[in-house]
């Protein structure tokens, strides 16, 4: 399924008019709803979400810095509120009109009765004639720090620090001091994009983790259908090995909901003549078991003293009774397995 959002036929009269008025457009909150726990497709004749959970003000309103024509509005659904699925969301102006409307993946918000709590940010992505006649001003009160603002805030401080000659004046010993400046190593260090590869995570990286909810850059590995544009590095990362999806526009994610994994045998003899990432249906190993006859003696039914029956058996043996559940299975303790995207 595709996700994306449309201007509705009073957005698109509103835009119209601010253009041709040379008014201005003033959008102020978004709306998030579930679709009565059902996928929506979103439709310019809408005038309201199908039903809607939580209504806030805009976090941030913009346009694209490579595309001046993509609005991008943002709505930050914090940690206290919760307990639904959203499924749809709703761009709205400040008198309560229903600009645009779009679907949205299926994303459960959790409260913190439940034991988990996250904000929850929700991006609407608009494509629109022009920009000029859209009021770009937010309610300071209002904005919360997203993880993707306090990173960039983080990026340039440590580039500043890196970039100080002296960064630790009386702690450490002044640049000519050390013994690996002299020769460029940590100037080189510091120059490296990624100079510690080794706490990150790749793209693709899979991890049992024990929440219902996937943790941030990460979603869960349920085969779902994804699109090749939204999650592009992971595409690039795993193609179509877990599915095809359509086959042009979506590709598909691991699904490892109830299986266990085992180590690709990749030429080791073990479990050969299996590819990366294919399924194995559950089995036994063959084996046989042996059921003795013995020879009657002297009555009873008992096997007489010095018979030799080492080598007769049952020709055919009766069944066993039957045991145990509908699988074998060692014990075990469910988590949620999640890939980086």
Not at 117 to 135: C, F, K
Not at 192 to 221: D, K, M, R
Not at 283 to 309: C, M
Request: proline share 6%; hydrophobic share 35%.
């Amino acid at each position: 399924m595709d996700f994306y959002s449309v201007l509705t036929n009073i957005g698109q009269a509103a835009l119209a008019n601010a253009g041709a008025l040379g008014q201005t457009i003033n959008l102020s909150h978004m709306a998030v709803g579930d679709g009565n726990g059902s996928a929506v497709t979103p439709n310019e004749t809408a005038t309201a979400l199908v039903n809607e959970v939580y209504r806030g003000s805009l976090n941030s309103l913009s346009t694209d810095s490579e595309n001046p024509n993509w609005l991008i509005a943002e709505l930050v659904i914090p940690t206290n509120v919760g307990g639904w699925t959203v499924h749809e969301v709703g761009l709205f102006d400040s008198n309560g009109n229903l600009f645009a409307y779009g679907n949205f993946p299926e994303t459960y918000k959790p409260q913190l009765s439940e034991g988990a709590s996250r904000d929850l940010v929700i991006r609407m992505v608009l494509q629109v004639s022009g920009t000029a006649n859209v009021e770009l001003k937010i309610d300071p009160a209002v904005v919360l720090a997203t993880r993707d603002y306090a990173d960039i805030v983080a990026q340039v401080k440590i580039a500043a620090h890196e970039a100080a000659i002296n960064p630790h004046p009386g702690k450490y010993a002044p640049p000519h001091e050390h013994p690996y400046e002299a020769v460029g190593s940590v100037a080189a260090h510091k120059a490296e994009g990624n100079p510690h590869p080794q706490y990150s995570l790749s793209v693709g990286t899979v991890i049992g983790w024990c929440n219902p909810t996937a943790p941030w850059g990460f979603i869960e590995c349920n085969g779902a259908a994804l699109s090749r544009t939204t999650y592009a590095n992971l595409f690039a990362s795993i193609g179509t090995i877990y599915g095809v999806g359509d086959g042009s526009s979506t590709f598909n994610a691991p699904d490892l909901r109830g299986e266990f994994i085992r180590g690709w045998d990749n030429g080791r003899g073990i479990d050969s003549g299996r590819s990366l990432g294919s399924w194995q249906a559950d089995d036994f190993k063959n084996h046989t078991h042996l059921n003795y006859q013995g020879h009657q003696g002297g009555g009873g039914g008992k096997y007489a003293s010095g018979d030799d029956y080492s080598n007769s058996y049952i020709s055919n043996p009766p069944d066993t009774s039957a045991t145990g559940g509908a699988e074998t299975r060692p014990r075990n303790i469910a988590l949620m397995y999640c890939i980086k995207y």
